[in-house]
């Protein structure tokens, strides 16, 4: 009787196990969704339909009124800002490619004075909120007479932060120093190693730093905003403000926008999330 008690119990358990686990993801898929399918309704209606306020979830009158996104597309210059968001994330991102896998090179393979107050330096400035250090920041790019230019938050972003360095370090670690001995013996030097050796094996670190990078510049409102006040200088993250007046915000406008900005990273991250899931992987197992 014992015997059956028990097993009845354990056949009970994953079956419970396996409904909290649905439930959880559920519930965590409603808390990412509801508010898109918010915006994507909200960016159909029209303003009297917005404004009566009715529901956020309401269904539009018109699921083929596409007149905000045209709004949103030509007000707010959105193709300008489009290419000033790459131009941006191209030199960024390849900076600190280049700088974050030369940093990390040089913490694994070398040993020089101050390596350990090095690595703790690089800690304690992830620990400092960078609000603190706004102002002088601020003196420092307008004295380059880099304010108001695409070169701003160009130069703000190219600070390789620790992240990246130990994305890199830790594919770095998995490379045999062998294969350096081995090209040291052949009468290369270290940047040739590097740039011919360990650089092309860092692929999936570089993938995933690309990505987490590139989202992460791809939706930053505060330094645009700051460094470039320009309206010809706008990047989609700023384009979108121009629709928030003193008097209230063309919320079905905004709501536009949002999706044509929501649009590129979405498609991005289905076509590419292997990468991301790869390199931690990867990382964590190295």
């Known amino acids: 009787m014992t015997v059956n008690v028990t097993a009845a119990a354990r056949r009970r358990r994953p079956g419970i196990a396996t409904a909290l686990t649905y439930l959880l993801l559920s519930a965590a898929s409603l808390v990412v969704l509801v508010p898109l399918v918010v ?24 699921w ?20 000033n968001t790459a ?8 900076g600190t490619v280049v700088i974050g896998s030369m940093t990390a090179y040089a913490i694994d393979r070398f040993d020089f004075r101050f390596k350990k107050p090095v690595m703790a330096l690089f800690l304690i400035a992830t620990l400092v909120p960078g609000v603190t ?15 108001d230019t695409r070169w701003a938050p160009i130069l703000l972003y190219m600070g390789t932060d620790i992240v990246s360095i130990y994305i890199f370090l830790q594919f770095i670690r998995g ?14 030097n270290a940047f040739t190693i590097y740039r011919r050796i360990i650089l092309p094996m860092l692929k999936p670190a570089i993938a995933t730093v690309v990505i987490i990078k590139g989202i992460t510049m791809y939706n930053d409102f505060y330094i ?61 197992g190295k």
Do not use: C
């Open 64 to 83: 083929l009124n596409f007149s905000n996104y045209r709004t949103a597309f030509s007000d707010g210059h959105m193709l300008t800002a489009f290419g």
């Open 39 to 62: 915006v994507f309704l909200t960016s159909l209606k029209t303003s009297d339909e917005v404004a009566d306020g009715k529901g956020a979830l309401d269904l539009p009158h018109d």
């Open 175 to 188: 490379i045999p120093v062998s294969v350096d001995e081995a090209a040291r013996l052949d009468g290369a």
């Open 87 to 94: 131009f941006i994330l191209l030199f960024s991102i390849t």
């Open 224 to 284: 645009p905003f700051l460094y470039m006040p320009s309206e010809e200088l706008g990047t989609i993250s700023t384009a979108l403000f121009r629709f928030k007046g003193p008097f209230g915000a063309h919320w079905e406008t905004i709501s536009a926008g949002a999706v044509l900005v929501i649009l590129p990273t979405l498609l991005i991250f289905l076509f590419l999330q292997r990468f991301i899931y790869n390199g931690f992987a990867q990382g964590s």
């Open 133 to 147: 250090t706004q102002v002088a920041t601020f003196q420092v790019v307008n004295s380059f007479g880099l304010f």
